[in-house]
Nanobody, 115 residues
Framework: QVQLVESGGGLVQAGGPLRLSCQASVNIHSSYTMGWYRQAPGKERGLVARIRRGRDPDYADSVMGRFAVSRDNAKATGYLQMNSLKPEDTAVYYC?????????WGRGTLVTVSS
């Protein structure tokens, strides 16, 4: 069983930065994808960014150039650096990984961007 715990969410003004962290309960091999998804009120959950060894990170078009995904495998931690935040980035952000066909999700952390 893998547990993922997000942290770092909060209230930030538009244009500001925020860094989210995702702490895994076990080391997740770098060949497995670690990703970030978000869900805004009334909308479906969608991919924000993901990272996997040997591949370029994937980003949603809406965050390209503003967000950066990374991971520290030694610390079993993933990160999402968010810059130039916009009110439309307001959402609950979830950490995700898939291991041997099983999806694991964190409980989410709320990011609110004020205009």
């Amino acid at each position: 069983q893998v547990q993922l715990v997000e942290s770092g969410g909060g209230l930030v003004q538009a244009g500001g930065p925020l860094r989210l962290s995702c702490q895994a309960s076990v080391n997740i091999h770098s060949s497995y994808t670690m990703g970030w998804y978000r869900q805004a009120p009334g909308k479906e959950r969608g991919l924000v960014a993901r990272i996997r060894r040997g591949r370029d990170p994937d980003y949603a078009d809406s965050v390209m150039g503003r967000f950066a995904v990374s991971r520290d495998n030694a610390k079993a931690t993933g990160y999402l650096q968010m810059n130039s935040l916009k009110p439309e980035d307001t959402a609950v952000y979830y950490c995700h990984t898939r291991i041997d066909g099983i999806d694991y999700w964190g409980r989410g952390t709320l990011v609110t961007v004020s205009s």
